[in-house]
Structures are given as C-alpha cells and as structure tokens.
C-alpha cells in the first residue's frame, strides 16, 4: 500500500443462511472501516457460494479467484464467522482453506495483512471461535488486532431481519473496523516492514559488495 492512498479492506464471512447475524456484524464492522477512510469489499460467504477446498484441484473456480484475489490484494481484513459446535463453521474454514494457494505468491499467503475478528454465538461461548481464528490469522502470517468482537446471544444484538438492535455492539464493531484501518495505516507508514523491498536492497547490497 501506497502510504498516501486509502487503504483497502475487506471483509469475509457470514453463514450460508438468508439472514446471519455474523454477516450482520461483519456489514457494520465493515462499514466503520469505510467511515475511517478505508475502501472497501464485502464478501459474503453466501452469495461468493465456494465449493470445497480440494488440495488435488487446486484451480481457481470464478468464486475461489474473487476470493483469493482479494485477499491478497487488500491491505486488511475483518473475518466474522459463526459459532458453530464450539468452534468456526465449517464454510468460514473451507474460505481460509482455499487462500492456501495464495502460498506460492510473493509475497506469500496474507503477509503483513492486519486483521479484525468477530463472532456471532448462540450463547457466549464466541471467543472460541475467535481465538480459532487467530491460529489461522498466524498459520497465513497476518497479524490480528488485540481488539474483537465476540457477539454474545446473538438473537438478542440483531433481530429476525438481521438488523442490529443493540447500540454497544454497534459502536464496538465500528470501533474493529477503525481500528483495522488505522492500523494497517501504521504499517503502511512503517517502511522497515516492507520485506519485499527489504530483501531487494539486501541482495543488491550484497552484489556491491562483492561477496
Ligand atoms: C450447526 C450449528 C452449530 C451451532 N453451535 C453453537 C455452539 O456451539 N455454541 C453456541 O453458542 N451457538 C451455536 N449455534 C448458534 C449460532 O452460533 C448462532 O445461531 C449464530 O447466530 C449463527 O450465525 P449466523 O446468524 O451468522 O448464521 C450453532 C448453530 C448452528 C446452526
């Protein structure tokens, strides 16, 4: 990312159902990362319809390439999945699966990228998947944010329209997407962790060297 352009961020997750609270969630977080001046994408893990990840076919369906493009074209991300039997759902996890293609680029898989989390439960158990998620966010070499957005009984936050009712958990995912944008702002700004360019510099200071 250029550091004086806006920073792009996408969204990921929801559930397959017509109305899902995770996808809810995910829509206002997102939208706070646009009032902090982020561009923005919503991808809807109903409507991008994936089909499973199968490590011997690995080539890009039309879905699987929106997917992994924007992935690694962005410059941060907001993940939020469903709590299902204790942990993500399974299409949430079958998303992260197909970015394993993304480790053949360079730079490899989610590198750099910042990332937000939040959860939609039943009850309040949320953290779980959460903290899941975190073992994928390092396991695809991104870095997450400490602050998320477990939402606790989720029926009681957003309603049978999928409207969110509760005000504090309103604010705390517009806060989650804010904070992804400022930073990932920061990294932007912070040249020493742009590897690539890193490396560059070093093979051509070794070449003047001589070595
Ligand atoms: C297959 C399945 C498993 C679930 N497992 C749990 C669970 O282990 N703990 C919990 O608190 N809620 C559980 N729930 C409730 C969901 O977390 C809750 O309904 C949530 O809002 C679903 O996300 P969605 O609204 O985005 O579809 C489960 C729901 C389903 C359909």
């Known amino acids: 990312m250029d550091p004086q352009s806006r920073p792009k961020i996408v969204g990921l997750g929801g559930s ?10 995910l829509l206002r977080a997102v939208e ?4 902090a001046g982020a561009d923005t994408q919503l991808l809807d893990l109903r409507r991008l319809d994936l089909p499973l990840y199968n490590p011997d076919e690995p080539d890009l369906t039309d879905a699987a390439s ?3 493009e924007s992935c690694h074209g ?3 991300l907001l993940w939020s999945t469903p709590l299902y039997q204790g942990t993500v759902s399974g299409s949430f996890k079958n998303a992260l699966d197909w970015l394993h293609v993304l480790g053949s680029r360079d730079p490899p898989y989610l590198n750099d990228k910042v990332i937000g989390l939040i959860s939609a439960a039943g009850g309040t158990q949320g953290l779980q998947a959460i903290n899941t998620m ?10 997450a944010v400490p602050y998320v957005v477990p ?17 504090g958990v309103e604010a705390q995912l517009d806060r989650l997407g804010a904070e992804v944008v400022r930073v990932a702002e920061r990294f932007a700004a912070d040249l020493t962790l742009h590897r690539q360019q890193e490396c560059a510099d070093a093979a051509e200071r070794v070449a003047a060297a001589g070595v």
């Open 16 to 25: 397959l159902a017509r109305i899902s609270r995770s996808r809810s969630a």
């Open 32 to 35: 706070g990362a646009a009032g």
């Open 66 to 68: 929106v997917l992994v």
């Open 74 to 76: 962005c410059d941060g």
């Open 134 to 143: 975190e073992f994928s966010v390092r396991a695809l070499r991104g870095w």
């Open 151 to 167: 939402v606790a009984s989720a029926a009681r936050v957003v309603d049978q329209e999928g409207r969110i009712i509760d005000a």
